[in-house]
Nanobody, 125 residues
């Protein structure tokens, strides 16, 4: 299993970025996938979850709801995070994660068995 994030960078407040996570080594469409973030000195924080398959059920943290959109392409085995109206407090390393179990219900209580290495997002003027 491999998860490889890309798309991070430096952006001004109010700007946008799209993160990508390339997945391989497992049947991508069968698993819920999530984005987490970790800022220096802070605990890892759930950003968004998307359901397995094509229903695209989603959960967002209160801090990003309405500004971020998680999506997936089950043909290309890709996970995305579209981030808009970025704030300084969104600065963090963003990681994608694979649910441990197939066909899980979408819930913040998922557990994960694989993580990507992360991509840095810095929001600064």
């Amino acid at each position: 299993v491999q998860l490889v994030e890309s798309g991070g960078g430096l952006v001004q407040p109010g700007g946008s970025l799209r993160l990508s996570c390339a997945a391989s080594g497992f049947t991508f469409s069968r698993y819920c996938m999530s984005w987490y973030r970790q800022a220096p000195g802070k605990e890892r924080e759930l950003v968004a979850i998307i359901s397995w398959g094509a229903k695209n059920l989603t959960i967002y943290s209160d801090s990003v709801r309405g500004r971020f959109t998680i999506s997936r392409d089950n043909v290309r085995n890709m996970l995305y995070l579209q981030m808009s109206s970025l704030k300084v407090e969104d600065t963090a390393v963003y990681l994608c994660a694979k649910d441990r179990l197939q066909f899980s219900a979408v819930t913040p209580r998922l557990t994960y068995d694989y993580w990507g290495q992360g991509t840095q997002v810095t929001v600064s003027s």
